[in-house]
């Protein structure tokens, strides 16, 4: 299977039936009306090349160089093929539905309107011409299935496939941009834009967290922490790690937002692998034990962990203690820059 791009503006009078034909009829086609016949496609299946060479030199045109658009539609796209059709500032995928090309003779006139419902009409000399008479530089088609219309370029196409968009060939292999075309379809479909800042976290979180993983110790992830919550704008409160009674619990940094009066209890974990239940019972024992006046309290567990057990996340479910995942950490400091960080 390739992937193709392919250019419906045709010739002389052709985008006003090109595109109905592909959007409402679904039929690709391609300019050429001088040689539209099926015995011309006959000739270029069996002789190659040359067939559609010798009919170029024919009409004193010599070898031109878009003949080799007319050998791709007719003998390089296959049934299967994906075809990205470039419009105005989107573009639409089909797939070829099989191996027929038509021509002027065989494609069903009933469906060669423009785009205001207006019949054309083909004469003895093999030509379609509109109802003024013009001929339309339209011959030969392919029956194609829709997969999707209208993509918008922007927020879906990566830069290699707008780039490539900007060709003005009628049509070209780019199927070396086959990830590009799927993820602008996956993400259309799922109704997921390109964003920039969101691929730029998902690309640095992972070096982040490994930087923080090697280069910090339990106390300095702990100032990470205190460092995270000082960036939001709360002042922060260290607890005493001496409580004689452990029964109540432990909090590591509790950052207090003065302007929202909520207080933020967090449990500090260097863990790799799996953090279990643990962390959440000592914050949920740390938050029943001590009260902060008007303050709405949170209580958080930021681990260095990759995950979090069953066991603990079922718990923190029903106490309401959010659990946040090493990666998950790397992310938040992204989005809060890394001004003022001296850890």
Same mark, same amino acid.
């Given at each position: 299977?390739?992937?193709?791009?392919?250019?419906?503006?045709?010739?002389?009078?052709?985008?006003?039936?090109?595109?109905?034909?592909?959007?409402?009829?679904?039929?690709?086609?391609?300019?050429?009306?001088?040689?539209?016949?099926?015995?011309?496609?006959?000739?270029?299946?069996?002789?190659?090349?040359?067939?559609?060479?010798?009919?170029?030199?024919?009409?004193?045109?010599?070898?031109?160089?878009?003949?080799?658009?007319?050998?791709?539609?007719?003998?390089?796209?296959?049934?299967?093929?994906?075809?990205?059709?470039?419009?105005?500032?989107?573009?639409?995928?089909?797939?070829?539905?099989?191996?027929?090309?038509?021509?002027?003779?065989?494609?069903?006139?009933?469906?060669?309107?423009?785009?205001?419902?207006?019949?054309?009409?083909?004469?003895?000399?093999?030509?379609?011409?509109?109802?003024?008479?013009?001929?339309?530089?339209?011959?030969?088609?392919?029956?194609?299935?829709?997969?999707?219309? @209208?993509? *918008?370029?922007? !927020?879906?196409? $990566?830069?290699?496939? /707008?780039?490539?968009?900007?060709?003005?060939? #009628?049509?070209?292999?780019?199927?070396?941009?086959?990830?590009?075309?799927?993820?602008?379809?996956?993400?259309?479909?799922?109704?997921?834009?390109?964003?920039?800042?969101?691929?730029?976290?998902?690309?640095?979180?992972?070096?982040?967290?490994?930087?923080?993983?090697?280069?910090?110790?339990?106390?300095?992830?702990?100032?990470?922490?205190?460092?995270?919550?000082?960036?939001?704008?709360?002042?922060?409160?260290?607890?005493?790690? @001496?409580? *004689?009674?452990? !029964?109540?619990? $432990?909090?590591?940094? /509790?950052?207090?937002?003065?302007?929202?009066? #909520?207080?933020?209890?967090?449990?500090?974990?260097?863990?790799?692998?799996?953090?279990?239940?643990?962390?959440?019972?000592?914050?949920?024992?740390?938050?029943?034990?001590?009260?902060?006046?008007?303050?709405?309290?949170?209580?958080?567990?930021?681990?260095?962990?990759?995950?979090?057990?069953?066991?603990?996340?079922?718990?923190?479910?029903?106490?309401?203690?959010?659990?946040?995942?090493?990666?998950?950490?790397?992310?938040?400091?992204?989005?809060?820059?890394?001004?003022?960080?001296?850890?």
């Amino acid at each position: 299977m390739k992937y193709w791009l392919h250019r419906i503006t045709g010739g002389d009078y052709a985008l006003p039936f090109a595109h109905p034909l592909l959007f409402t009829h679904h039929y690709l086609s391609i300019g050429w009306s001088d040689f539209s016949s099926d015995d011309f496609v006959r000739k270029v299946l069996a002789e190659g090349l040359s067939a559609i060479e010798n009919a170029t030199l024919s009409e004193g045109w010599g070898l031109p160089k878009n003949r080799w658009n007319l050998w791709r539609f007719i003998h390089e796209m296959k049934s299967g093929d994906i075809i990205l059709v470039p419009t105005s500032q989107a573009f639409s995928l089909f797939e070829i539905e099989d191996d027929v090309i038509f021509s002027n003779e065989s494609i069903d006139s009933s469906v060669f309107m423009d785009w205001n419902g207006k019949r054309a009409i083909r004469k003895e000399d093999g030509y379609y011409y509109n109802v003024n008479g013009q001929p339309i530089d339209l011959g030969f088609y392919r029956k194609v299935k829709p997969i999707l219309y @209208n993509i *918008p370029r922007a !927020g879906f196409a $990566d830069q290699r496939l /707008i780039s490539r968009m900007k060709i003005r060939q #009628t049509n070209v292999d780019i199927s070396d941009l086959k990830s590009s075309i799927e993820n602008a379809r996956k993400a259309y479909e799922e109704q997921k834009p390109i964003n920039l800042k969101e691929k730029i976290l998902d690309e640095t979180a992972p070096k982040l967290l490994s930087l923080i993983e090697n280069l910090t110790s339990a106390d300095h992830f702990e100032s990470l922490v205190e460092w995270y919550l000082k960036s939001l704008g709360a002042r922060t409160e260290i607890p005493s790690k @001496n409580a *004689p009674d452990k !029964g109540e619990g $432990d909090a590591d940094v /509790i950052g207090y937002f003065e302007n929202i009066k #909520t207080a933020i209890m967090v449990q500090v974990k260097k863990h790799e692998g799996i953090t279990d239940e643990w962390a959440i019972q000592q914050i949920k024992a740390y938050k029943t034990n001590h009260t902060y006046d008007d303050y709405l309290t949170q209580m958080w567990v930021i681990s260095s962990c990759e995950h979090y057990s069953l066991a603990a996340m079922n718990e923190a479910e029903e106490a309401g203690v959010r659990l946040i995942t090493g990666l998950d950490f790397a992310k938040m400091i992204l989005n809060a820059g890394l001004e003022g960080l001296n850890i």
